[in-house]
């Protein structure tokens, strides 16, 4: 399955808040705190789910909410002038050095763990 | 500033969860619970800054803070089988039919709160 | 198990922000974003857990973390000049209108969503 | 401002809980997810804010909020069988040797920035 972003679809979010004139609003701190609660909306799907941690009945609401944390990065790199394909290639690149796939390989520890 | 992500670095990112044999630890769950923990690390970077909502000083860790919630949104839609360009399209439409420009222009108002 | 928390305990938190002159940090958004990461903490010694919900082998952390979330909301309602004891009261109060026993037995529905 | 919670309060939050028999569903997992969820509905209060920091015309809201936090905060020492007055004790000691006051005065910086 696919997780590119389009930069079409990219221009349609700052379009978005550009037609409303929201961009004054869209401070990098408050920027933060939206991720913050979309990423909380998208977790409450899960709460009293207990050991059932798959999303069976759940399809719709997660398409609408992880839209939504994706939107507020699209528009968090925008206020920050980052590129956001850029800094993921970047983060993939530190990550490997944290996590060489010989060391990290079926393991979840985190990498102060790993030795 | 563009904040398209290429179909080539979405795949790098899922490359690296596999070279890492990390796939059986990917719950739905799980992975939300993740994207909201990496959301915090993101906001960390504005505790204590009190009325200075910018990055000055800050690019950098927002640079990898943010990557870490796009890695983590990209690897769940993955393990959820949704296209990350549809499901946005999708929520654009919704948020537009809530947010009518007209009415939501310059309001940071909840579309529960316009009329 | 019981839950207080005694005066003198939440005297010594304000008393330890005040030997270190950090009053003026504390503003009330910061302090709802530490709040924010102090759960996020909490939550981090769950992930990758899968099906696992429960503290076996977790409980040093879990008192831990658990303890900075309640460290941040005595801190938070001392800031706001709220009496803890009286909003838990309050807030109870409300709940038992939106979750009437009879009708929230057993459910673990959202206000919302019984009937 | 006091921010004590007296012991019949704490019975409070338990009894309400117990009178829905809603214990089944209060994994420590779930907890964990539950007072990330209300640390977000408080930090929403101040999404958009800007460098408005405080609480003027939200008074009821923060009430509200945070004593959702404090409540499942409460229920979570409670599941896992954890003294909240003993924890948040242990944890002001250890802060205490993590942020000596002398070098800690005055500063925002976290302890592995300090010396």
């Not at 590129?83 to 979840?108: L, M, V």
């Amino acid at each position: 399955m696919s997780s590119y972003i389009s930069s079409e679809t990219a221009k349609m979010v700052t379009d978005f808040r550009d037609e409303r004139n929201w961009k004054q609003f869209h401070n990098p701190k408050d920027l933060a705190v939206s991720i913050s609660l979309e990423a909380a909306e998208l977790l409450e799907i899960f709460q009293w789910s207990g050991e059932k941690t798959g999303i069976d009945g759940k399809e719709d609401k997660v398409r609408e909410e992880l839209a939504d944390v994706f939107n507020y990065c699209i528009l968090m790199a925008d206020a920050c002038g980052l590129n956001a394909d850029e800094i993921i290639r970047e983060k993939i690149q530190r990550n490997a050095e944290k996590y060489p796939a010989e060391k990290a390989f079926g393991s979840s520890k985190k990498y102060t763990e790993i030795d």
